[in-house]
């Protein structure tokens, strides 16, 4: 039976969510279990895109983006797909009602991490819509589960989630995008010289974009709520760590929270969740 086949694809991309990222495999344990799957679907999917543009050096990554692309239309079009996380990807779309043009517009960013970009600021703003915002908006069409007015209700919060989430993973692999990738995203930034300010500027933004972020967790429905904000403080605390850390080390290392502190921040917001201060 295909349920079989389904129930393979959805394990897969749990898999892969819980093999690439400890901080949202536990955020999406915080969901409610109805939707769990379809946000591992989506996450194992941009996620396997993600691995062609960043990680397969040494193979021609244009023509692996490019069949991914085409296995992308041939699933949506046919509804189905042997790609165990493509199947579990198109499942999602069909069953959530997930526009199309999400999907193509964050092709479209990984096609630009394929390209020597001098990033300005509108290029900057299109490869966060296509990277991180449509991402959020998918996830939202799972969150409110058909319900158009409370997607377009919350869909700029959705946005500024997203976007936060990028830029705070732009600072934290500020220094392996250069020199591993050779791509710097910040707009008018030279990586060689990152300075204070810039980098104050740049937390500036996404300090506000969190705020802003905040307002729309606080209006999803009860099976998203909890799970949204977990990762929220995830992300909020490798944030904090960032503004502690100065400019040049930013260029150094990678920042990252240990599990010991994900655990405190996962029971400190599951506190706060049940006495109601979300």
């Known amino acids: 039976m295909k349920q ?3 129930d393979l694809s959805f394990k897969i991309s749990k ?3 819980q093999q690439y990222s400890t901080s949202f495999s536990l955020g999406i344990l915080a969901l409610s279990p109805k939707i769990r799957n379809a946000i591992y679907a989506i996450y194992g999917y941009v996620r396997l895109a993600d691995e062609i543009v960043d990680s397969f050096h040494g193979y021609d990554k244009n023509i692996l983006l490019n069949r991914f692309k085409i296995q992308t239309e041939e699933a949506l079009a046919e509804g189905i797909s042997l790609n165990p996380i493509m199947q579990a ?19 479209r960013s990984m096609e630009m991490d394929l390209q020597k970009i001098d990033y300005n600021s509108e290029l900057y703003d299109e490869y966060i819509l296509g990277s991180a915002e449509v991402v959020g908006l998918m996830c939202l069409h799972v969150f409110v589960n058909g319900d158009h007015v409370a997607f377009d209700k919350l869909k700029p919060f959705a946005m ?3 976007s936060a989430f990028q830029k705070v993973n732009f600072l934290r692999d500020m220094n392996d995008d250069f020199e591993i990738l050779g791509r710097t995203y910040f707009p008018g930034v030279n990586i060689l010289n990152f300075n204070v300010e810039e980098k104050r500027q740049i937390e500036k933004d996404i300090e506000e974009e969190f ?5 729309g967790i606080k209006m999803l429905p009860k099976t ?6 977990l990762a929220y403080r995830y992300y909020i605390s490798l944030f904090n760590k960032i503004r502690r850390t100065p400019a040049t080390a930013i260029l150094k290392k990678r920042i ?5 502190r994900k655990i405190s921040v996962m029971m400190s917001s599951y506190l ?6 979300i």
């Open 89 to 107: 990807f198109q499942e999602t779309v069909s069953q959530y009602k997930i526009e199309h043009r999400l999907i193509y517009q964050f092709l």
């Open 15 to 17: 898999q892969t969510t």
């Open 224 to 229: 998203s709520k909890f799970g949204v904000y």
């Open 4 to 6: 079989k086949f389904d």
């Open 211 to 215: 705020r802003l972020a905040l307002e």
């Open 160 to 162: 500024k989630l997203g």
């Open 256 to 260: 990252r929270i240990s599990n010991g």
């Open 272 to 277: 706060q969740y049940k006495i109601a201060f």
